[in-house]
Structures are given as C-alpha cells and as structure tokens.
Nanobody, 129 residues
Framework: QLQLVQSGGGLVQPGGSLLLSCAAS????????IGWFRQVPGKEREGVSC????????YYADSVKGRFTMSRDKTKKTVYLQMNSLKPEDTARYYC??????????????????????WGQGTEVTVSS
C-alpha cells in the first residue's frame, strides 16, 4: 500500500515562501494521480494542486495560481509544493494525497470527483506577521 510522509510547513510572514514535500513508499507513485489539499477548521477541504501520471501540467486552484508550483521527482518518489507570495488566507493544514489510477486527470483528483485514497499525515502552514 502506498504510504505518504510529509515534511515542511511552519510559520512564515506574509509574502514569504515555504516548500512542502511528500515522499512516497510502499507502492509505485506513478500508478496514481497525486495532489496537495488544505483544510481550515469549519471549512471544506480545498484541492490546491494536483498532477496526473499522464498529464503534462499540474492543475492549480484559482486561489493559488501564479503563486504555488507543484512538481514531481520520480527518482526520489517525492512531490513538492513550492508556495511563494504567501497570504494569511493560505493558513491551513496541508495534506498530500494520491488516488485514482494512471489515467486519472489532475483536476479530477483536486475537485473530488476522484477520491484521495492514500493521505499524508498533514502539516500546518501559518502565514502571519
């Protein structure tokens, strides 16, 4: 079974940057679409950015487009979320998740049509001065 272990996150001032990492083990990451999600207590979980095995470009939520960049290092079996120009409204608990199959689209995972089946442990991101 695929296991995902996250690292990164923390406290940063508005306008700052953070890098989140999600390392996979136990299964082949390329079998799944994978993405980053965030959740604030009392609000619905939001798909921030997702990438598919067959797609060429990641999907980004409008709220992060132009500021966040998702990438995948297949040799390290790790996906990253580089977060720049952070805003207080980016404060949330961030999760990586994998689901679907090799033909699942990135947007399908992010908007919930394809459920995430394997989840990382989550990491807090706080943007505050």
């Amino acid at each position: 079974q695929l296991q995902l272990v996250q690292s990164g996150g923390g406290l940063v001032q508005p306008g700052g940057s953070l890098l989140l990492s999600c390392a996979a083990s136990g299964d082949i990451l390329d079998y799944y679409a994978i993405g980053w999600f965030r959740q604030v207590p009392g609000k619905e979980r939001e798909g921030v950015s997702c990438i598919s095995t067959i797609g060429s470009r990641p999907y980004y939520a409008d709220s992060v487009k132009g500021r966040f960049t998702m990438s995948r290092d297949k040799t390290k079996k790790t996906v990253y979320l580089q977060m720049n120009s952070l805003k207080p409204e980016d404060t949330a608990r961030y999760y990586c998740a994998a689901g679907g199959s090799m033909v699942t689209s990135s947007q399908s995972l992010c908007d919930g049509r394809t459920p995430g089946e394997n989840w990382g442990q989550g990491t807090e991101v706080t943007v505050s001065s």
